[in-house]
């Protein structure tokens, strides 16, 4: 890991594979969360269920996912902070518009907002359920219908479903420009399949905020 991360080129390729882990993450997180419309009977009580006490789950991909997380955000930001310093003198001239989006431009600004936004997350659900779990009559293991009256619960609040809204519409921007840029990162770069890439991840960076979105407006307005 160390002689990955020794190199510019090295960080871009962690960060990159980092990038593509998270994204398989949020289409397996957003299915779970989609079975919590279909009712407090539903599917979503059970494999909620399944994904907080199952061993594999817990022990080994919950500590990767959390790895990925922040490696990913602090590779993000250690890479933005060697970009200025290899650069500490500003062009005169700097019409970056004509060059490239906003969004390719600002990464840093829309990650350190889902960065933000994520850490509401954890204090909302993570935090709640290892407090739930592992502190001494906080809460009872049997209990399997709990998690779908939590969700909804949740997102009662209007404030709450504002900044959940806001914080996936950044999201959304961010996977638009940070999908197409991880696999060129590792080298994908092909005339034939990066117009497939494109064209996948930008669908990708709209329908998985808005699965999202559409689940806290749901919960809210089906208070």
């Known amino acids: 890991m160390a002689g990955l991360t020794s190199s510019t ?4 390729y962690a960060m990159a594979l980092s990038a593509m882990f998270l994204l ?3 289409i397996m997180h957003l299915s779970v969360n989609l079975l919590s419309v279909f009712g407090e009977e539903g599917p979503f009580n059970a494999a909620s269920y399944f994904m907080g006490y199952n061993p594999a789950v817990q022990f080994l991909m919950q500590p990767i996912l959390i790895f990925a997380v922040f ?3 602090i590779m993000g930001f250690v890479l933005e902070m060697k970009n200025a310093k290899a650069r500490p003198v500003k062009y005169n001239v700097n019409n970056g518009a004509a060059n490239s989006s906003w969004v390719s431009r600002n990464m840093i600004i829309s990650g350190a907002v889902i960065l933000a ?11 709640h359920e290892m407090t739930y779990k592992y502190v ?5 293991s049997t209990d399997l219908v ?7 619960e949740k997102f009662a609040n209007p404030i709450r479903v504002g900044f959940y809204v806001v914080a996936f519409v950044l999201l959304g921007l961010h996977l638009a420009h940070g ?5 060129q990162s590792v080298g994908a770069r092909h005339p034939k399949y990066t117009p497939v890439i494109k064209a996948f991840g930008k669908w990708y960076s709209i329908l998985i905020p808005a699965g999202f979105i559409f689940i806290a407006i749901f919960h809210y307005v089906t208070q």
């Open 9 to 12: 080129i090295g960080r871009k």
């Open 24 to 26: 398989i993450f949020l």
């Open 71 to 73: 490696f990913h955000f």
């Open 117 to 127: 936004f994520l850490a509401l997350h954890m204090y909302d659900f993570w935090f």
């Open 136 to 140: 001494p009559g906080d809460g009872d």
């Open 146 to 152: 709990r998690f779908w009256g939590e969700l909804h």
């Open 179 to 183: 999908f197409q840029s991880s696999f």
